[in-house]
């Protein structure tokens, strides 16, 4: 369901590393108490992420429908999404990573990710890494890196009715309140 343009559902949280925000993000959707399904973009590169990936799983429980899906979120999200269902998407700075490594285009792959989350049934929370609060990188790709997730978190914050940054473990109301 759509409200002025934005999904009546739709949480972004942002957050640093170990800020708590997959945590808090997989609270909100267990709260609905209906179908869940984790949509992972990491991709297993060695042995210490196949260990990180294993725990999160573990740790989720057999209540978690896992997709993993590095790139083609929007499909999966179409695929997922349903009324009476929560839908997690940890995260969007690696689905990121993987479009730039992939030399996808970016600004299209955004747009259309933003353009899709309004119109999705269900509760659906978007995890991502919050990368600007830091110094200028040193180097172009890194620097191109902050400005897509960047614009990216801008675009998804005008059409979310909800958008909380973690600090602490501790969930801050940056647009919307608590569900």
Sequence with gaps: MTVGGMSADLTLVL???RSGKSRYAEGLV???GGPRVYIATSQVWD??????VAKHRDDRGPDWTTVEEPRDLTGVLRAYAAEG?????DCLTLWLTNLMMAEAD???ESAALVELLPTLPGRVVLVSNEVGMGIVPDNALARRFRDHAGRLHQSIAAVAPRVVLTVAGLPMFVKGTPV
């Design 15 to 17: 957050g640093g590393a």
């Design 30 to 32: 267990t709260a609905l």
């Design 47 to 52: 042995a210490e992420m196949a260990e990180r």
């Design 85 to 89: 269902s929560g839908v997690l998407v």
């Design 106 to 108: 970016v600004a299209a």
